[in-house]
């Protein structure tokens, strides 16, 4: 079973809405996370990180963690047809071996 | 932005083939990481290493050897190809802010 689950599995949302993607890992060793946007027929790329409880922003992007629950949300307000891609969250124990798990990813696209 | 190629970009091997992906970065990152990429899947961790002739198992590690000749290059060997290896693979190296940088990608068919 993946150690780090991502919901929804696709996820269609308009033009200028707002998208909202999900991560848990199941393995409490976890401390770090990532978000990932990977294009079609591209590389990933990481998008943003989150290492402490609360809230993070950058430009359309924000990231929430909670800790406790090992819960990340990625949300992207005003989306546009560039933002369609595949979102993978991956996450990293505080163990210091620097071994990363990914989830198996969401897939947005944005419809004009 | 830190460089990472990887080569063959295409592959094609018939079963019990013997097959070297190569992965070179440049920015003298000390971790280098192999994964592979399925549908449904994500990212799967085969192998990793933190420099020249160490080497760390990864989370799908069967069937796969790696081997890290340099700071720079990491090669991923498979030595009885199997169809099950038929896969997108990507190489990462990670710089010390913990972000991953990823190749291209090489895409390995297993007739």
């Known amino acids: 079973q993946q150690k780090v689950q991502q919901s929804p599995e696709s996820l269609i949302v308009p033009e200028g809405g707002m998208a909202s993607l999900n991560c848990t890992s199941s393995?409490?060793?976890?401390?770090y996370f990532w978000w990932y946007r990977q294009h079609s027929g591209k590389s990933p790329k990481m998008l943003m990180?989150?290492?402490?409880?609360g809230e993070k922003e950058e430009g359309r992007f924000t990231v929430h963690l909670n800790k406790a629950s090992l819960h990340t949300s990625l949300h992207i307000r005003d989306s546009q047809p560039s933002d369609s891609a595949l979102y993978l969250c991956?996450?990293?124990?505080?163990?210091?071996?620097?071994?990363?798990?990914f989830g198996a990813g969401t897939r947005l696209k944005v419809i004009a | 932005e830190a460089a990472v190629t990887q080569s063959p970009r295409n592959k094609v091997t018939v079963t019990g083939g013997n097959v070297t992906l190569s992965c070179r970065q440049t920015?003298?990152?000390?971790?280098m990481y192999w994964y592979r990429q399925d549908t449904g899947h994500g990212l799967r961790l085969i192998h990793y290493?933190?420099?020249?002739?160490?080497?760390q198992i990864g989370d799908v590690p069967d069937g796969y050897k790696a081997t890290r000749t340099t700071q720079e290059d990491f090669f991923l060997l498979l030595e009885l190809a199997s169809p099950s290896q038929t896969s997108l693979y990507f190489c990462?190296?990670?710089?010390?802010?913990?972000?991953?940088?990823f190749g291209p990608g090489t895409r390995l068919l297993v007739l």
């Open positions: 990462a190296s990670r710089d010390d802010q913990d972000t991953q940088y």
């Open positions: 991956a996450a990293r124990g505080n163990t210091g071996n620097y071994k990363y798990v």
């Open positions: 990180s989150i290492f402490s409880n």
């Open positions: 920015n003298s990152h000390n971790y």
């Open positions: 290493s933190y420099g020249a002739g160490n080497l």
């Open positions: 393995d409490r060793n976890v401390d």
